[in-house]
């Protein structure tokens, strides 16, 4: 199990917007994020700030990503999800935290 | 299972210390912890923004905490790492998250 850590600024003026996006996710996100490996997948907001936790349980990262990266499930999703962003694509609005820290 | 989400600030001065005691955590603390049925606790850094992830897999967190508060191993501990802290106790340098996703 791989744990990611991720951090990302919304904008001031799309909060509500993602945290009623994020309180009903759809049934098809949900059940694709568990076909791709990833669980525990928690997302804490302060403020405007998000912080995203989710463990990577499968053999192929890269793999399941490109899955998820190329569902129209996904892509249906990112034109609410992304506008909420600081930043353009994931690459520039998520940032990987340095974990200081481990006890399982 | 119930994750806790926290957030803290480190003494920009402190961010190395922290580091530096938490890149070899005592066995006794690592055991005192899963004896109080904390799981899964990962730290994370951003800066001087310290992040907290974990998870209390027992059937009473009051007592447990109890147990893990009132351990010389933890009063030890918290010689070291409370000074890192802004803020001068728990109560008053962890910031709970509000968790707007979850996705088991």
């Given amino acids: 199990m791989k744990r990611f850590i991720l951090y990302s600024d919304l904008k001031p003026e799309k909060v509500q917007d993602y945290i009623d996006l994020h309180a009903n996710p759809w049934p098809e996100l949900i059940e694709l994020i568990g076909r791709c490996n990833i669980h525990n997948y ?3 907001l302060r403020g405007t700030q998000l912080y995203t936790y989710y463990e990577y349980t499968g053999d192929d990262y890269e793999a399941d990503m490109a899955v ?3 569902s129209p499930v996904m892509h249906r999703w990112w034109t609410y999800s992304k506008p909420c962003f600081v930043g353009h694509d994931r690459g520039e609005y998520y940032e990987d935290l ?3 820290f481990y006890c399982p």
């Fill in 42 to 44: 928690s997302i804490s």
């Fill in 68 to 70: 998820m990266d190329n």
């Fill in 98 to 100: 340095t974990e200081v």
